[in-house]
């Protein structure tokens, strides 16, 4: 089983230039992310998800703070294949087939495909799509595509998992299935997971705790912990104790009622 590396945010800022001044996208970010954790992270459009996770990957860099995995700089942890990255778009090249896609990070690192073929097989395997090794993308649904770029996210085996919206593009029902998907995965996986979404149940539902932010610039408002057993059933969704986190989480979303 891979270990999860810690994800540590202190005190980070960040400002654009925009139209030659500078405006401040996130500021004053206090957040650790312990060895194996899911932290789901929930805010406003334009609070500045986005760009924690760009700082994450070490494709940005921060004006004030700094970020760590493992105690190293990000873009350190992500040449060294210790990242792994899925987003809303699941941007797989589409003339290479779901083996090829799934094998891409390796070809980036530089890395031996062959020393990684059971590998692959057995990620392809975990996201349900044996039958489709050989598929190319315009052959696979919405869904379909979503887990190639899951599978892909872990060919590394990344020690963090950083996760943008990956399920924002799919219907309630797909996206109740890959929730279970990325619940499964992850318990078997224990990267530590931070992911983004707009969903306040699928936040609930998937992770240890969910951080809330608010905007302009962003910063963290509060965090809300889900002390609730894994593996979570999908009934769980239709429970007491699941709408009371979730109207928790809504309530410090949208403020103090007028
Ligand atoms: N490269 C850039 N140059 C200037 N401004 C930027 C740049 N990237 C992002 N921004 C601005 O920074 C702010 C935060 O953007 P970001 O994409 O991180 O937000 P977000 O919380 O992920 O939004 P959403 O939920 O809509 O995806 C926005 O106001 C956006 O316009």
Redesign the pocket.
Same mark, same amino acid.
């Given at each position: 089983m891979v270990t999860g590396d810690a994800l540590e945010f202190r005190e980070v800022g960040k400002s654009?230039?925009?139209r030659g001044a500078a /405006?401040p996208?996130?500021d004053g970010i206090d957040l650790a992310c312990p060895p194996g954790s899911f932290t789901a992270l929930i805010?406003?459009?334009?609070?500045?998800?986005?760009?924690? /996770?760009?700082i994450a990957m070490g494709l940005e860099p921060v004006d004030a703070g700094a970020v760590t995995i493992g105690g190293q700089r990000p873009d350190i942890a992500r040449k060294a294949g210790r990242i792994g990255v899925a987003f809303q778009d699941a941007a797989l090249l589409p003339w290479r087939n779901v083996t090829e896609n799934v094998a891409l990070p390796l070809d980036v690192l530089g890395r031996s495909k062959r020393r990684a073929a059971a590998e692959i097989q057995h990620l392809i395997a975990l996201v349900g799509l044996e039958k489709f090794r050989s598929a190319v993308p315009a052959e696979l649904s919405g869904g379909m595509r979503q887990r190639v770029a899951i599978a892909r996210s872990l060919v590394t085996s990344p020690t963090v998992l950083l996760m943008?919206?990956p399920f924002g593009a799919l219907d309630l029902i797909l996206r109740r299935q890959m929730n279970l998907e990325l619940q499964r995965i992850w318990l078997e996986r224990r990267a530590t997971t931070l992911l983004?979404t707009?969903g306040i149940d699928e936040a609930v539902f998937l992770a240890d705790r969910v951080v809330v932010?608010g905007?302009?610039p962003?910063r963290i408002v509060g965090t809300i912990d889900v002390p609730l057993e894994r593996p979570r059933p999908t009934e769980l969704f239709r429970t007491a104790a699941f709408h009371r986190l979730t109207d928790e989480v809504e309530a410090m979303l949208t403020g103090p009622a007028p």
């Open positions: 654009y230039a925009v /405006l996208v996130i805010g406003p459009s334009g609070c500045g998800k986005s760009t924690l /996770l760009r943008d919206e983004v707009h932010m905007g302009r962003g």
